[in-house]
């Protein structure tokens, strides 16, 4: 089949729908349902896309010689490493990086996977075939994924095992002939309207006996029986494109997963019992090193969008001669710099992993991912602070079309913007800085790639800093010889 084009998509939903409980029903049809359809649209529409910009985001695969998506590829040189990344820049251009889990994220994960297929043999298990395996059905038949790497955890300083109820936590139910029968739960998958669900290890901090049941990966199709994704509410009001330019387009919900007693067949499994490969994964099958390659791509992509908006803003408003106004607009055009700058040294440093993979450098992505969940919530102040009062004093189409529209279209222009092209710049900005699909964002910059204090608390513990702390040992010695 090969890549896929956006009625395929929207037509498999159709044909496997998933459990997905959205405010308190279960839903029929996700590809109509109101608060999920137009995000699903825009899943769909990313399929089409690729297409439209196959000679960046598509590729031949050798197997089978079809057309497949870019981010699906396990690259042996730079220049294979660099396509890829041109291809996830691409990509994240069509939300402006506002779907943050578009497919490629987690494409890169399981192809990071795939190429570690060795890391997962396990004795007489043939997990690493199945990763292999898994992977080239994703790339063939082109599904999206979405994933769950967190436990329940009422009490954050205990792994699963050690809670007070161990069965909240998704864990072995039972092992059978056919397969592993899960019971218990996940906490959130963004973009659960997706074709399969891949689990990933989670961190088991507890003894490796007692985290056994909890020590696994697989990937199974989302409408497998009694997997259910339960959504937060939609922040997609039902508004038009006009109203709710962002909203409206690129909801793509988030929710939390429950494992009814899922039958997961063994092909399926990629590890299961041995907590030191689950705890190891991510890093040595260099997988987080590929998403967070797909991060700073997409990161870049909404940077610029953030910049292009704030822009037109301070244009439009004719702010241009306050120089707090200069330093703000300074302040993202850094920003982007300094993420492209992270894109391009993770792409300049990036070396064959131990089973021959390109991976990308990961001090530059891991700094831009301990940045980014700061840079991000700034901006969007900085748009707050721009737009002011902009941001609330806005009508909508209904009130341009209805009785006042003429004083709307008097009253509403600005230094040099009539009111028909203010009113949906400034409301794209409120979608950005204000609205619940904007504070949604920011939230989803700030703790998607997991909690920015635990992540700082790994730089000061892992990164070697001797280097640094040599130099200004001599220079302290050099300073107490240079005063007698
Ligand atoms: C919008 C959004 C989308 C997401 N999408 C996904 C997804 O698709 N897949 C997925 O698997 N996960 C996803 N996540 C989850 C994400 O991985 C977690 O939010 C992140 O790991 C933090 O965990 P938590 O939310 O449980 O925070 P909590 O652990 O509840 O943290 C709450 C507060 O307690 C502090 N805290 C907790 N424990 C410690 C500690 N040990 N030391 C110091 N401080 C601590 C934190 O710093 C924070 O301030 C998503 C999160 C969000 C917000």
């Known amino acids: 089949m090969g890549a896929r084009r956006g009625h395929e998509v929207l037509e498999r939903f159709r044909a496997h729908p998933a459990q997905v409980w959205h405010r308190g029903v279960r839903v029929q049809d996700v590809t109509s349902e109101p608060g999920l359809a137009n995000g699903v649209r825009s899943l769909a ?14 590729e031949t695969d050798p197997l089978t010689d079809q057309k497949v998506a870019r981010s699906f590829s396990i690259p042996r040189t ?55 395996q898994y992977h080239r059905y994703l790339r063939a038949n082109d599904l999206s994924l979405t994933h769950t790497l967190l436990n329940p955890r009422p009490n954050r300083l205990a792994g699963p095992a050690r809670q007070a109820d161990p069965l909240l936590a998704a864990h072995v139910h039972e092992e059978r002939d056919d397969g592993l029968v899960i019971r218990g739960a996940r906490m959130l998958a963004t973009l659960p309207l997706s074709d399969e669900l891949m689990v990933f290890p989670a961190r088991l901090p507890d003894g490796p006996e007692e985290s056994a049941r909890y020590a696994f990966a697989f990937a ?3 409408a497998t029986p009694g997997l259910k994704f339960i959504c937060r509410d939609s922040v997609d009001y039902g508004f038009n494109g006009f109203d709710h330019p962002l909203g409206s387009r690129f909801e ?24 030191n490969i689950c705890n190891a994964a991510a890093v040595r099958t260099g997988a987080l090193a590929q998403m ?55 792409e300049s440093d990036a070396q ?133």
């Open 252 to 275: 793509e919900m988030d929710a939390v997963v429950i494992f009814d007693d899922v039958l997961v067949p063994w092909e399926r499994v990629f590890c299961y019992r041995d907590v």
């Open 352 to 484: 064959a992993n131990e089973y021959g993979v390109f991976t990308p450098a990961w001090d530059p992505l891991d700094a831009s991912r301990n940045l980014y969940p700061r840079l991000y919530p700034r901006m969007v102040e900085i748009i707050q602070q721009i737009g002011a009062s902009g941001l609330v004093a806005m009508p909508t189409q209904a009130d341009l079309d209805g009785a006042l529209g003429d004083e709307i279209r008097y009253y509403y222009q600005s230094a040099r913007l009539e009111a028909s092209e203010r009113i949906p710049l400034y409301r794209l900005a409120w979608d950005a800085a204000v609205s619940a699909f904007g504070s949604r964002q920011v939230l989803y910059e700030r703790f998607f790639f997991g909690d920015p204090v635990q992540m700082a608390s790994a730089v000061f513990k892992d990164k070697d800093r001797s280097g640094s702390i040599e130099k200004v040992r001599r220079l302290l010695q050099e300073s107490h010889r240079f005063g007698h």
């Open 292 to 346: 967070a390659y797909q991060v700073v791509c997409k990161n870049i992509a909404k940077t610029e969008f953030l910049l292009g908006l704030a822009s037109m803003m301070v244009d439009g408003s004719g702010l241009e001669s306050f120089q707090h106004i200069h330093e703000k607009i300074a302040e993202v055009w850094v920003n982007l710099t300094t993420l492209k700058a992270f894109k391009r040294a993770s």
């Open 78 to 132: 730079p220049t294979e490493l660099e396509r890829v990344g041109a291809a996830m820049l691409r990509s994240s251009e069509y939300s402006m990086g506002m779907m943050g889990r578009e497919p490629s994220y987690l494409n890169r994960a399981m192809s990071a996977y795939a190429g570690a297929a060795e890391f997962f043999r396990d004795g007489d298990r043939a997990y690493g075939d199945n990763v292999t």
């Open 45 to 58: 529409g990313l399929y089409d896309f690729q297409w439209q910009q196959a000679n960046v985001t598509l």
């Open 220 to 222: 199974i199709p989302t």
